[in-house]
């Protein structure tokens, strides 16, 4: 079964520094959803992509944070610099054509900003 | 703009015992209805969903149904095992595809 892979699974960085993590959606999934889960509370949408465009980055803190798509398959979220309070786990997840089709998470990656 | 209330936690059950979360929303349209569960350092997988009114989800024994006229979509299962801690998250998705979350529901089943 085809799944969504991220790497890496555990980062640890400390305040100031630059830190990327990387997605690899399921093969067909136009549009991709890159999201912040902070510990006791449910995903929050950072950024999401159809092919490469950017569809809707509302919540992403610009200041900070990027995210590419260049080709319209693999993305990269990138902080620069880190804060304390970007201790979280990052999620990606990608969707079929259809809202009604629901979204496939990866595994996700921890990051620990010290 | 759309947003989802689910039962607070946690929740702790004795194996084969009566589980449901409860969960409502408030959408414009008719959105899509989803239950994510996410296992101790996982990240979140598709429970079940369901797409119209009186529409019936299950998977590994949980069910939820589609109500239109209480917003709702409820989770059950009937005998729950200790494989089924994990948190739970209702979710719906509109015609922008994204996805609304619950804050999450953890439980804990005792053997």
């Known amino acids: 079964e085809a799944e969504v892979a991220q790497s890496p699974r555990y980062k640890i960085t400390e305040k100031s520094q630059a830190v990327a993590f990387w997605c690899d959606p399921i093969?067909?999934?136009?549009?991709l959803y890159w999201y912040r889960q902070i510990l006791g509370q449910g995903p929050e949408l950072l950024v999401q992509?159809?092919?490469?465009?950017?569809?809707?980055d509302s919540q992403l803190p610009k200041d900070r944070f990027s995210a590419e798509r260049l080709k319209g398959v693999d993305s990269t979220l990138k902080i620069q610099p880190a804060e304390l309070g970007d201790s979280a786990m990052y999620l990606c997840?990608?969707?079929?054509?259809?809202?009604?089709?629901?979204?496939?998470f990866g595994p996700g990656t921890r990051l620990t900003v010290t | 703009g759309d947003s989802v209330t689910q039962m607070e936690g946690p929740v702790t059950l004795s194996e084969e015992a009566f589980l449901t979360i409860n969960c409502t929303y408030t959408?414009?349209?008719?959105?899509?209805l989803f239950w994510y569960v996410q296992y101790p350092g996982e990240g979140l997988q598709l429970l079940l969903k369901?797409?119209?009114?009186?529409d019936k989800g299950s998977n590994k024994g949980f069910e939820a149904t589609y109500r239109k006229e209480t917003t709702s979509f409820h989770l059950e299962k009937g005998s729950v095992q200790v494989s089924d801690s994990a948190v739970y998250f209702c979710?719906?998705?509109?015609?922008?595809?994204?996805?609304?979350f619950g804050a999450g529901t953890t439980v804990t089943v005792r053997a």
């Open positions: 959408a414009t349209g008719y959105p899509s």
């Open positions: 093969s067909g999934h136009a549009t």
């Open positions: 992509f159809q092919d490469e465009s950017v569809v809707d």
């Open positions: 997840a990608s969707s079929p054509p259809g809202q009604a089709l629901g979204q496939y």
């Open positions: 979710a719906l998705s509109s015609n922008d595809y994204k996805l609304s």
């Open positions: 369901a797409t119209k009114a009186d």
